[in-house]
C-alpha cells in the first residue's frame, strides 16, 4: 500500500550542483504536483502535471524543472542549486478534480534537502 | 490578498477538550473546494476532512467537523475530545475553479496545536 513515494528522503547538496527527486505513485491518478515547504509559508506549488507528458509552472517555479514521461512518475530537477532552494518538498498526486470536486491531493512524505 | 488565512500561529488545548482552528478564505469563484491537512512531527500530510462550496452541511469525519460560514467565508476545524496524538501542524487549503487544470490547491500557513494532559 505505497501511494505516493518520494525518494531521496534527506539530501545534502552544495551550491551550483545538480540533482533530481524522484515521485512515484500507484494510484493511477492523472494529475501530480510538487511543493516545496518552508517555516511560516505553508507549501507553495512548484510544478504540476494534468498527465504524461505534459507540466505546467506554479506559484515558485524558478530553478526548477519537471518531467512526466510516465504517468505514475514525476521528476523535479534543481540544474544549480542554490541556498534560497533549502526547503522539504513534497510531491501529492490526485484523481482530476474541480471546483467542488471532493478528491483529494495525496502527498508523499517529503524530501528534506539542504543547499550549502 | 492571502487566499488562505489562518490567524492562529500555535493553539492549545487540554485532553479531551474540544478545539477550533481558524481558516478564513478569498476567492471570487462560486464552485470551490475548502480542504484540511494535518502534518504531526513526522512529517507527512494527512487529508481530514473536505466542505464544497454547494454543500449545504458542515462536513464531518469522525472528531473532526467543519463550521462552514460561507458569506463570512471562513472554514473552521472542530476537533472533539483532543487526544495526545491531535498535537501537529494544521493546514487549511483550498481549490478554486471550473475545470481545466485548477486542481491546484492554495495553503494557509498552518496552525500548530498542542494538546496538553
Known amino acids: 500500500n505505497a501511494g505516493v513515494t518520494q525518494t531521496p528522503k534527506f539530501r545534502v547538496l552544495k551550491t551550483g550542483q545538480s540533482m533530481t527527486l524522484l515521485c512515484a505513485q500507484d494510484?493511477?491518478?492523472?494529475?501530480m504536483y510538487w511543493y516545496r515547504q518552508d517555516p511560516g509559508m505553508g507549501l507553495r506549488l512548484i510544478h504540476y502535471s494534468v498527465g504524461e507528458g505534459t507540466t505546467a509552472k506554479g506559484e515558485v517555479p524558478d530553478g526548477y524543472n519537471v518531467s512526466r514521461l510516465k504517468k505514475q512518475n514525476f521528476l523535479l530537477g534543481l540544474e544549480s542549486a542554490a541556498p534560497s532552494q533549502t526547503s522539504v518538498y513534497f510531491c501529492?498526486?490526485?484523481?482530476?478534480?474541480?471546483?467542488?470536486?471532493?478528491?483529494?491531493?495525496?502527498f508523499g512524505d517529503g524530501t528534506r534537502l539542504s543547499i550549502l | 490578498a492571502q487566499k488562505i488565512t489562518q490567524t492562529q500561529p500555535g493553539m492549545f488545548v487540554q485532553e479531551k477538550e474540544a478545539v477550533t482552528l481558524d481558516c478564513t478564505y478569498d476567492t471570487s469563484d462560486q464552485s470551490y473546494g475548502l480542504f484540511w491537512y494535518k502534518q504531526p512531527s513526522s512529517g507527512e500530510m494527512i487529508f481530514l476532512i473536505y466542505q464544497g462550496s454547494y454543500d449545504e452541511q458542515n462536513a464531518t469525519e469522525g472528531r473532526y467537523s467543519l463550521n462552514f460560514q460561507k458569506a463570512r467565508k471562513s472554514a473552521n476545524l472542530v476537533i472533539s475530545a483532543s487526544q495526545l496524538g491531535d498535537s501537529a501542524m494544521y493546514f487549511c487549503a483550498m481549490r478554486e475553479g471550473q475545470g481545466g487544470t485548477a486542481s491546484k490547491l492554495t495553503f494557509g500557513t498552518g496552525t500548530r496545536l498542542q494538546v496538553t494532559l
Open positions: 494510484m493511477n491518478h492523472e494529475y
Open positions: 501529492a498526486s490526485s484523481y482530476p478534480g474541480f471546483g467542488v470536486s471532493n478528491q483529494p491531493q495525496h
